[in-house]
T-cell receptor, first 118, second 109 residues
């Protein structure tokens, strides 16, 4: 059973360009989460999606950032008109379900995409 | 979500037991205590989760006192490959994980 896949692993963009980050969850997982990590910091939650639905986007910047998880295909995190401050590692995680009872479903993380904005 | 406090860094030598303590004074009744490990240039990896008392798996033990306001991750006989950042998280009904800055463990030969 393959783990969470992310591509590309490294992405270089110039200011003003668009960045598209892809995440394929583990087989059987219907919940996807995106996190951003700046150097020497912990991960910061961005968005939580289920198939075709955004459940929680409280960590997403209001502008330029969007995410989707279509019925078919990977989840996409899209950053428009990138700026130098967007340079970071972006991690995707997946889980089979969220029980909603307080019992925690482990999140499985991918290797990340390291975005560098020149 | 409860805020956690843990040491910024710790040093150890191979073969020693390492205990990392985490404070979570505002933990709620439904919250679980969860620890993740992150190696450089990799995504975090789940280590262990507990609600109260003691939990043990093949990697670590987690000790949680009765008041649940703190917890201790215990790594027995660490090796160089245990050098990593360890995050203590309190997880409740919300799906998202709130990471602090973690504890950077350095294991020396």
């Amino acid at each position: 059973n393959a783990g969470v896949m992310q591509n590309p692993r490294h992405l270089v963009r110039r200011r003003g360009q668009e960045a598209r980050l892809r995440c394929s969850p583990m087989k059987g997982h219907s919940h996807v989460y995106w996190y951003r990590q700046l150097p020497e910091e912990g991960l910061k939650f961005m968005v939580y999606l289920q198939k075709e639905n955004i459940i929680d986007e409280s960590g997403m910047p209001k502008e330029r950032f969007s995410a989707e998880f279509p019925k078919e295909g990977p989840s996409i995190l899209r950053i428009q008109q990138v700026v130098r401050g967007d340079s970071a590692a972006y991690f995707c995680a997946s889980s089979p379900q969220n029980s909603g009872t307080g019992a925690y479903n482990e999140q499985f993380f991918g290797p990340g995409t390291r975005l560098t904005v020149l | 979500l409860a805020k956690t406090t843990q040491p910024i860094s710790m040093d150890s030598y191979e073969g020693q037991e390492v205990n990392i303590t985490c404070s979570h004074n505002n933990i709620a009744t439904n919250d679980y205590i969860t620890w993740y490990q992150q190696f450089p240039s990799q995504g975090p990896r789940f280590i262990i989760q507990g609600y109260k008392t003691k939990v043990t798996n093949e990697v670590a033990s987690l000790f949680i006192p009765a008041d649940r306001k703190s917890s201790t991750l215990s790594l027995p006989r660490v090796s160089l490959s245990d050098t990593a950042v360890y995050y203590c998280l309190v997880v409740g009904r919300e799906a998202k994980l709130i990471f602090g800055t973690g504890t950077r463990l350095q294991v020396f030969p």
